[in-house]
Nanobody
């Protein structure tokens, strides 16, 4: 079973940027589709972005399209989520997981998450 370790969150002001990292336990990460999910206060967990296995196609939720970029470094078994133009509604705990992609349906276990707080 895959394991994930998320990092990179923090407290930022509106309009600023943060880059999250997700380290995957399998060195052959390219054979899995990986997604980023977030749980915002008072809201259900939602899929934010995913990167598809093998071909690396990327998909985004409408709420983050044009602001967030998902990428991966297969040599480091790490998936990144670069978040620009952050807004208070982006506040939440961010998790990565194996995922159906597109579709943002997580499969299996999550990491511990990393918290992003956007506030002035």
């Amino acid at each position: 079973q895959l394991r994930f370790v998320e990092s990179g969150g923090g407290l930022v002001q509106p309009g600023e940027s943060v880059k999250l990292s997700c380290t995957v336990s399998d060195q052959y990460m390219d054979r899995y589709s990986i997604g980023w999910f977030r749980r915002s206060p008072g809201k259900a967990i939602e899929g934010v972005s995913c990167i598809k296995a093998f071909d690396g196609r990327t998909y985004y939720a409408d709420s983050v399209k044009g602001r967030f970029t998902i990428s991966k470094d297969s040599g480091k078994a790490t998936v990144y989520l670069e978040m620009n133009g952050l807004q208070p509604e982006d506040t939440g705990d961010y998790y990565c997981a194996e995922s159906y992609c597109p579709g943002f349906h997580p499969v299996g276990s999550w990491g511990q998450g990393t918290q992003v707080t956007v506030s002035s």
